[in-house]
């Protein structure tokens, strides 16, 4: 329905002057200046960002022995020759299913992780959070903690604070460059490719993948920062769908801080029998969160549940000797429970969760028993198309195949190649002596072979007939066997 | 052009939304006249600077003759050139290990076989395919390549020597002689055709007609055709005369398909490649060919 407004013209009714959207759809973005937390959560972070970005930094660099012939890379994407290494593990590309479980692995254990407490991705493990964590600390060291920062952009571009910005951005595209760098030494060998940049000697590629990264990272974790969070990752909005009221997430347990009131004033008010919260409204949980939420307002789309605020509180609370907690993991449920004079109950093992880890458990197994058992030889069948079959001089039919063999050793390997099926067949493999009925094949270490197969079959073959018939290569040494089967047409 | 949200003065402002209007309305629908984003702005300002800089380093304006040359002197066939020669750089050991091996070894090396039946293949498509057929299946008048009757011979060298100088081609070097037109120049009469062509289809197996004389058929073939076919009728490669007693028929066994091939004779022509692909192509594909399973 519509209402005149004030000039006459009609407006759409929107239920009150709150819903009505004024201004821009978008917020610009402000710059935050989170304050330094120092607690349990802030040390387990600082852990986490050490250890992720070790990783990150040192894996390319760590050796692992496969053999002459073979790279010696622990953790390597070989383009080029269409391979990936991960220490023991070497996946060919008809393998990529192994990546997909893996996907499929990681959006499971992301799920528990959300059934169990939250955005502990996005508090603690997201690169994103890592990144921007890390160009935080770098922004303190050099311009000092947010008091300091917020005087500075008071100050202006005074000679003092130039030189510190400079010198700031300075290490941020320094951290940015050698992030972008770390990423393409997973795609070539590191050393000889620090080697290559060093010299100026490295491909056009490796330079241009890392001036994108650099770019993509000083912007992300320099600007960006909590926009990510809040405006480009789907993850808040997913989670969002998939929490129940057992997950843990860092919650205000505003049965214990309401009323909130000042630490006089609540001392006063407990003197006179009156009841107040543990809640000063001191705001240092504001002031520290790095996507500048207010955790009071209960769990929100912008809250990456870092457990920044958790600590700042507790040490408000030993301050004013209150006990710790008063931000926690904890849930919705728990809160009410003691507010109607319950005890907490924390459900960790629960269906969901039991559910995820059991789903977890087995693709993980079977991924892992393919992986450990999966054949190291390997057999593929394409019949010519063009033509199905042809029609010899003396009236027999012929059939043509390009049989694939793969060896994924890293031996060279003789296989003996042979085709059943067919009575009276004769069979002739193209660049191999002989005329069967086996063809020693030889096959390079880690390679495959093209073998082109003419199967002829005897005057009594049936007409109109697809006639099935088996390749197979047997490894003598090894006793194993791989077949595929295809189909012998006449016309 | 207005850039903030100023209303004009001379335009009516929506109340609704504090915007003024372009004054265009539709059914009573006014347009905002909302400024364009910033960065949409930027970004096109610097598409235009950036067309006017392409238009002074590459070829843009047409001209009467042609196109102005930019000062970058890029041209697209010498583009073409580059990326042909840097294809012949990543390919050049193997090609010049096929340009200096042997035909006749070339099969024997795995890793070279795969290589010159790659280079085959694709040359192959690029030349041969339109007649011969993707496959090399053939068709009525070109023959299948796949299939182990050769008119000019089967083995490698055959091969190589048909691809290099054709057949009725003009290169002298290639093989010559054809079927000759035994009805239109009055050798043959038309009873006497259908008589030999009876005989022809009695060698390989198939049906003769009710009450087709082959004793006179016989006869017939051995006066005319066995100088070329043979006395046997199995054909000659020297001079590319079909063996006759094969189930494999160039343009068809049907009694009226070989009448007409008596009466008017045949000569297709396979063109010569020697020249147009080089020595190296044409070796590859001898072995792709050769390889296609009919090979001798």
Redesign the interface.
Known sequence: MTLPNANGHPVLETGGDDDVIEGPLYAPGKRLFPQAAHGRFRNIKWLILVITLGIYYGLPFLRWNRGPGEPSQAVLVDLAHRRFYFFFIEIWPQELYYVAGLLILAALILFLMNAVAGRVWCGYLCPQTVWTDLFYAVERLVEGDARRQHQRQAEGWTFNNILHTGYKHALWLAIAWWTGGAWVLYFADAPTLVHELATFQAPMVAWSSIAVLTVLTYLLAGFMREQVCIYMCPWPRIQAALTDEDALNVTYRYDRGEPRMSLKTGLAARDHGQSAGDCIDCNQCVAVCPTGVDIRHGSQLGCVQCGLCIDACDTVMDKIHRPQGLIAYDNENNIKRRLTGQPAIYRIVRPRTILYTIVIVLIGSVMLTRLVTRPTDGITIAHDRNPLYVTNADGTVRNAYTVQVVNEQDKARLLNFSVRGLAGAQVQVIGVEGSGPTFPIKVDSDDTRDLRVIVTGPLTTPKHASIKVTFSVTDPLRKTTMSATDNFKTP | MSMNNTPHADHEVD??TGVSTTGHTWDGIKELNNPLPRWWLWTFYICIVWAIGYCFAYPSIPLINGATTGFLGWHSRSAVVQSLTDLQKTRGALMETLASTPLDQI??K?EL??FA?AAGAAAFANNCAPCH?????GSPGYP?L????WLWGGTLDDIYQTILHGARSGDPKGHQGSMPDFGKAGILTQPQIEQVANYVRSLSGLKTEAGADLGAGAKIFADNCSPCHGKDAKGNIKIGSA?LT???WLYGSALKTIEAGVTNGHGGVMPYWGGRLDNTTIKALAVFVH????GQ
């Open positions: 109340s609704f099969e024997q795995p076989l795969a039946r057929g993707a496959g090399g299946q299948n796949n299939a182990n009757r063996n094969t189930k494999i390889t296609l399973g009919g």
